[in-house]
């Protein structure tokens, strides 16, 4: 249980704790490229509904976790989770155990509300032919829709 514990990076480095930092540095390499390994394997494989509603969180003590935003989807991951631990395991990490998955609703707000800054979309202008039959109609509508006419074609 000690070595789960939070350690600032220079007492990492300290060789009371590693026999020497390069054997530190392979280790966190290692593990970051089995968790590109898997991120990238699991953007192959998962269907497409899924595969921009997870994050690959960690893998550790042969389990393998990851966290998506609702329970929703969750329940998906739940329902391709034998699949994908089989694959997992002939192709990437045969030690692995089992898959955890996680509800982290910070994920959502962290990664698509960004997403739909990004991504908002153009008001598109009307032709001037469209605007003017818009406004004949409205010209003779009710009072109510010729408002609401009018605010559309701002």
């Not at 994050?55 to 329970?71: D, G, H, M, Q, S």
């Not at 008001?123 to 109609?137: A, E, F, G, Q, V």
Request: glycine share 0%; charged share 25%.
């Amino acid at each position: 249980m000690r070595n789960n514990k939070l350690l600032l990076i220079n007492k990492i480095f300290k060789k009371k704790y590693y026999s020497s930092s390069k054997d530190i540095l392979y280790k966190i390499y290692t593990h970051a490229d089995i968790l590109i390994k898997i991120n990238n394997f699991l953007k192959k494989y998962l269907p497409i509904h899924l595969r921009k509603w997870y994050n690959v969180r960690n893998f550790k003590n042969n389990i393998l976790i990851i966290e998506t935003y609702n329970a929703g989807s969750m329940i998906r991951f739940l329902s391709e989770k034998s699949n994908l631990l089989c694959y997992l395991k002939k192709h990437i990490i045969p030690s692995l155990k089992e898959i955890d998955i996680k509800i982290n609703p910070v994920f959502f707000k962290k990664t698509f509300v960004n997403n739909i800054n990004k991504y908002k979309l153009k008001k598109k202008i009307l032709s001037k032919y469209s605007t003017d039959l818009l406004l004949n109609i409205a010209e003779q509508s009710p009072k109510k829709l010729k408002h609401i006419i009018k605010n559309f074609i701002k």
